[in-house]
Structure formats: C-alpha cells, structure tokens
C-alpha cells in the first residue's frame, strides 16, 4: 500500500469514526437506570419525644422509597458495627468508617443525623404557639467518604387548645405533627434526588393513540405543556459480576415526545423524535 492509499484509508477511517460519534450525540438516549442504593443509619434522637424519631424515620423511608432512582438497603448489621466503634451510641459517622461500611454492605451512601431537641415558639402575627423542631442531616458517600450533602430542615407543629382534667393545655395533634414531618422527609428526598442527579419524574404510559400517548401523571405532579419526556421498554436486570448485586436495569429508547395537554391527572404529547409503533401502555416515560 502506498503512502496516497494509506492518506486515504486513515481519511475514511476517521470520517467513519467522527460520522458514528455525532449519530449518538444527536440521538437521544434511554440510558439505563441507575439505581443508588442508600441505607438510613438511625438518626440520634435529642427531641425527648421517642414518637416523634419514629414518625420522622417511617415517613422518611417511604418518601425514599418512592423515588425510582432509589434503592434503600436495610442492614440490620450496620448498626451493630457502629456500635463496637461507639458510634452508633453518638450518632456520629467519620468519613472513614462510612467508606469501609458501604465498602463491606456494597451500599453507595449513608444517610443520617440528629432530631435536635423541641423547642416552643410564638411567632409574629400567630395567636397560638408551636413547637419548633430541627433535623440536622447527612448523605455521606460509601466509595469516598465525602460528605455529598449536609443540611439543616426546620418545621413547625402548631399547637391546639384543649381541655384536659377541666384545665385548658396546649396541645399538638398528630396531624399537624404528621404535616410537619411530611414538610421535612420531602426536602430531604427531593435534595436528595437533585444531588445524585436522579430523574425528577418518572411515569408510565396510559395509552397509545397513533403519534399521541397519554401519561398517566398530571398537573397534580407538576407536569405542563412544553416539557420534554423519553420514552422507554424497560428490558433485563443488570447486575455485578462478582456480586450480583442489581446495578440498574437496561432500557431501550423507543421516542421522545412534547407535551401538549395536560389534566389533573393525566397528560398527553406527540411525538418528536422516533416512533410510536413500538410503545404500549405500563412502558417509562422519563422526563428530561
């Protein structure tokens, strides 16, 4: 091969590689989910109110436990390896140990904290006083030990009077109480997602009606005309190789598609790119 023909190959050759790189770049993609799993180290609980730990961390879970990014791990064993290092008894987590525990559990983050004592308020403008309740919090990486997150979220528990033994008290229900709970295991999931760079939303498809398919979420979760959603067909689990541990679960772009009208409830777009043919009704729908 001459020095003109081997120009020529190399030409061909890049002009192929450059050609296959800008097709993926200009294609959406359906990656895989990722999941990322975290484990919830039992918060140090200074409020004196036992009830008020467990309501806290219940809700929590479940807020966790809703995300489709999420993956909560319950090592029962974490807390007893804590333990032997007093540090389950402080409820403090060093960046070493939090690495060598996600390292030998192969959990990607733990999340803990401290319910800070209860202290009673009486805000301007307001005629019955409230309990202020704090909740210090951490989301340290396994691999690492970095801190990925630490913040502060406050509520508070308005208070009710009542009588009681012919006296009048004030008094929390446990609606308010469960309402200020919610409040703050919704800050904490949805900074959560933000900081691992989780999907915000993830839907399923209602129906399919030529170009137009229907989403079974609405305006109640906060979709409107003009956003962006990916559709994808779930396919197989994708696990370690060493641990079999599920990492995630492959997914397939089948087409993206604009949303036009929007209910409480449900929502519908066309399609922008790819085709419809292949969608069908329980498929993701991932907005970007």
Not at 39 to 57: M, W, Y
Not at 130 to 142: G, N, P, R, S, V
Not at 220 to 242: N, T, W
């Amino acid at each position: 091969m001459n020095f003109y023909h081997y120009q020529k190959s190399l030409f061909y050759l890049f002009t192929s590689i450059l050609f296959i790189n800008l097709f993926f770049s200009l294609s959406p993609v359906c990656v895989a989910a990722q999941q990322k799993s975290i484990s919830i180290i039992a918060f140090k609980n200074d409020s004196g109110h036992r009830e008020l730990e467990q309501l806290f961390t219940n809700d929590l879970i479940s807020k966790l436990s809703e995300s489709p990014g999420i993956t909560l791990v319950d090592r029962s064993n974490i807390k007893e390896m804590l333990n032997e290092q007093s540090l389950g008894r402080t409820g403090l987590i060093s960046q070493n140990n939090a690495a060598v525990t996600g390292h030998m559990d192969g959990i990607d983050y733990l999340l803990t904290g401290t319910i800070l004592s209860v202290q009673n308020t009486l805000q301007k403008n307001q005629r019955s006083p409230a309990a202020q309740f704090t909740i210090f919090w951490k989301l340290l990486d396994t691999t690492s030990g970095k801190i990925i997150v630490a913040d502060t979220s406050v509520s508070s528990i308005k208070k009710t009077l009542i009588k009681q033994n012919g006296k009048k008290i004030w008094m929390t229900t446990s609606q308010d109480t469960n309402t200020a709970i919610q409040k703050i295991t919704n800050n904490i999931s949805q900074t959560i997602q933000s900081r691992l760079n989780i999907p915000d939303l993830e839907v399923h498809i209602a129906n399919v009606d030529h170009s137009t398919i229907y989403l079974d979420k609405g305006a109640k979760d906060k979709i409107s005309p003009g956003q962006i959603f990916i559709v994808c067909k779930e396919g197989a689990l994708i696990r370690h190789p060493v641990t079999g541990i599920v990492l995630g679960r492959q997914r397939n772009f089948l087409c993206q598609i604009l949303i036009e009208n929007v209910e409480d409830n449900l929502a519908s777009g066309t399609v922008l790119r790819g085709s419809a043919e292949n969608v069908h009704i329980g498929d993701i729908a991932i907005r970007k």
